[in-house]
């Protein structure tokens, strides 16, 4: 009975919604007019042709002569889409109840600031400088990227561009247009950087909230810059606020930071401290067994304070400092120490000075002096004992320069000055504590005088055709105290070969090299919108780091030039075709290099640099090519930000310095560098609807980089020894990887002084298990390839972000 009265129910109700909706059917509501009229914000003028999209239905209509459009509706809620090819598009929610008319300003996109700056500095210097392969990247351009574990990284940044490159998840530093890392001229407020990195790699060191610019010069650069072999990293410092108090920061899973901009004497004298530290290495005994024994922090902290002294006249020093700590279990062991793991700390402390004088508005000079330190060392902790055996170096840097800048007309923009820099190494020393069974060991240290003059010159031959030359003259002496050995001719460089010795007292040179080094840059336009370049580019580099790693450690051995080390020489041609779009929203570049290198370093089969006195007999020096194309499309403006890049580039080394195998490395034959990776994809797109929230995915791809397989094995005594007769023939598989963001502005606080936003981030959405090397495991006379992988999985991260201005 009751299962036929609820039948009986469920059946009246269908029947009276039935006719419920019938009636409606039969009466519907009268239909509301939605009018409206489309102007430019800026000049108020009519736009025509706007495309008019209800519930984003991809038929609609468009707007008239007059700007003007009409259509009837019935009653309902819509979503209103106004768009024009140009402009920020305009979105309305809304219920239609009665009739309405809007007026509507559609923002052009060709007049609002730059969302995306993957350029130079004006708008239209992609087409008008006259260098080549010079990028500026801006700060909060950065800040969108999707960052692992919601950390802001500059070097990660630049890997996003075309021609820059990385061995791996991990590496230490950036390949860039076939060079190796220590070939990168890092600056940071003109002070150098030896090692970017923290973690390993994992991070960059620089502060992203005290950085106010960067610019990449990966073709050629200005004669103002030397000492490197590759590009200029040049990234200055934010000044302080002079009227106000300024404080942001940010929380993430890695780690904390804060920055305070102090007036200290309005409109006279500033202060800017920024921080940041990690010290979550707590988070290691959460994973895996393998990963317990590991213990990781970092910090880095920089000042900044600035004076205007008057109208004519700025002083400005600048302090930063850098640490880490990373223990994992034992690497290697030494002689007589019974180690329990492996310690790496190490710190980078450098001081920045610097006066600006405008004699005219025409001439002005900037003089700077610089010091820097960077001071690696390697801890070893002893088996049931508090003794700690180091083993450290440092490297000190000491620089004076001073640069004129002169513009007598338009036409010429003149630069020249004069650099002077002080080297100072400690390739190595070895404190056994309390461990009477191992003795103190001291490498000699290592000076070096660099002497350079510079000039540049812009001109403007005609209203086409725009030229940059540059002459640099650098003179390089290596100086005593030092014993400088002697060898046989023809014979390697070896214990057995040495026949004399000659000491050197302190500051005598045992050694000079220089010369100049041109510099020039040729840019004729087309039209107003497209030109052609040509760019030749010279540079020494005098110091060098030695490693038989496809990453340099931060240990890794530095050494400059001396009787034997020759100075690497790098002679760079470039051409490319800019061409800007569509009121330069959109730039398109192509270019093509080919580098030769003169004197690269590498490693002989075992060699072996830790606290080597004599380094000429464990590396080899010869030659090196890489050659390559870029192309690269950004859109810098509009609701979608972006660019797309390609690459394709190869590095060859060839190293024959006699007939005897270990004079020679592949046979005295051409071979791929640890860092060739053929082909690069990159991709970065951000979607900002509005100044609320914005989405940004990233996508890279590249070739998988080389490693050297066993060629054979040798018996010997009864054993088998892997036998490597060519270097580099193996690739690991190729590496690509999906990152999505989405940065969320807090609308209520808009108004206020504090501006808070949260970051979401999925670094390797999809999983991707890259590998980042293959090492190989002999076993008889076969061996078997282990593959080691840092981000296998997914890594979701959650960072806040705060202003208080």
Partial sequence: MKIRLLFFLWLTAGIGMAGAQQR??????????????????????????????????????????????????????????????????????????????????????????????????????????????????????????????????????????????????????????????????????????????????????FPPDAVSSMELYKGTSPARFGGRAASVLDISMANPSLDKFKLQGGISFVANRLTAEIPLVKEKVGLLITGRGAFNDFAFQWGPQKLKNIRASFGDAAAKLFWRINDKNTFSLSNYYSTDFFQTDLLGGINNINSVSTQYDYNTLNFTARWFHAFNDRLNVQTTAVFSQYRPTILLPELNSDNKVTIGSEILQRQAKTNFNYTPNKAHKIEFGANMTHYQLQPGTLNPGANDRVNPLRVPNEYGLELALHAEDEISINPKTTVSVGLRYSYFMALGPAAVRSYADGSPKSEASIIDSTFYGSGKPLQTYGGFEPRVGLRYTIDELSSVKLGYNLMRQYLQVVSNTTTPLPTSRWKMSDAHIRPQVSQLWTVGYFKNLKNNIYEFSVEAYYRATQNVLDFKPGADFLLQNYIETQVLQGRSKSYGLELMLTKKKGEMTGWVNYTYSRVFNLVDEGPRFNERINDGKWYPANFDRPHNVNMSLNFSENKYHSLSLTFTYGTGRPYTIPNGFVSFQGKAYPYYAERNQGRIKDYHRLDFSWQINNPTLKDKRWIGSWIFTVYNLYGRKNQYSVFLKTQGTAYTAYQLQIFASPIVSLAYNFKFM
């Fill in 24 to 205: 409606v059917k039969q009466a519907p509501t009268r239909p509301f007019e939605l009018s409206g009229i489309v102007r430019d914000s800026l000049t108020g003028e009519f736009i025509n042709n706007a495309a008019i999209r209800i519930n984003f239905d991809k038929s609609g209509l468009y707007t008239d002569s007059t700007g003007t459009f009409t259509i009837m509706l019935s009653e309902a809620d819509y979503t209103l889409v106004i768009s024009r090819l140009g402009y920020r598009p305009h979105r309305l929610k809304f219920r239609l109840d009665q009739n309405i008319h809007l007026d509507v300003k559609l923002l052009n996109v060709a007049k609002e600031l730059e969302e995306v700056v993957i350029s130079t500095q004006a708008v239209d210097e992609n087409v008008a400088r006259p260098l080549l392969g010079v990028t500026q990247l801006n700060i909060k351009t950065i800040r969108r990227l999707p960052a692992i574990l919601g950390e802001v990284d500059v070097l990660r940044s630049l890997q996003m561009l075309p021609g820059v490159t990385s061995v791996g998840e991990a590496s230490n530093g950036v390949n860039i247009r076939g060079g190796a890392v220590d070939q990168n001229l890092i600056l940071l407020d003109d002070a150098p950087i030896f090692n970017p990195t923290h973690l390993f790699g994992l991070f960059s060191v």
